[in-house]
């Protein structure tokens, strides 16, 4: 075929193509909507970015709207070609240890195994 112009596969190859935004933000991102913004990078929906940071659907929507004032971008789909662009930059902190949830109580009150002898 001709030698007519790269396809936009190729032009991305030779490193001639930049993602949308702006990398400066970046350092401006919560660990919150760097974690949303990674996530959305890899195509995960606000349902699975949610129950993913045990958050709201409506929290990820903040985080996200935010991340993408940020980051100069205009829409979701750019700020998910973004995230995938710049995924070394973005990367997820590591996530906090989740709490570990509280004992059940036993049916005898709140008594102590060493104390329940005495009356």
């Known amino acids: 075929m001709g030698q007519g112009k790269a396809s936009p596969c190729e032009a991305a190859a030779e490193g001639r193509l930049r993602a949308p935004g702006d990398p400066g933000g970046i350092p401006l991102l919560t660990d919150r909507e760097r974690q949303t913004l990674y996530l959305v990078g890899t195509g995960a929906g606000n349902r699975l970015i949610a129950r993913r940071l045990g958050i709201s659907e409506r929290t990820v929507r903040a985080h996200l709207s ?54």
């Open 66 to 119: 935010n991340a993408v004032r940020k980051i100069e971008v205009r829409s979701r789909s750019e700020a998910a070609v973004f995230a995938f662009a710049y995924l070394d930059l973005v990367d997820i902190p590591a996530p906090r240890e989740p709490r570990e949830p509280p004992r059940p109580r036993t049916a005898g009150g709140t008594r102590s195994p060493a104390n329940s002898g005495r009356r």
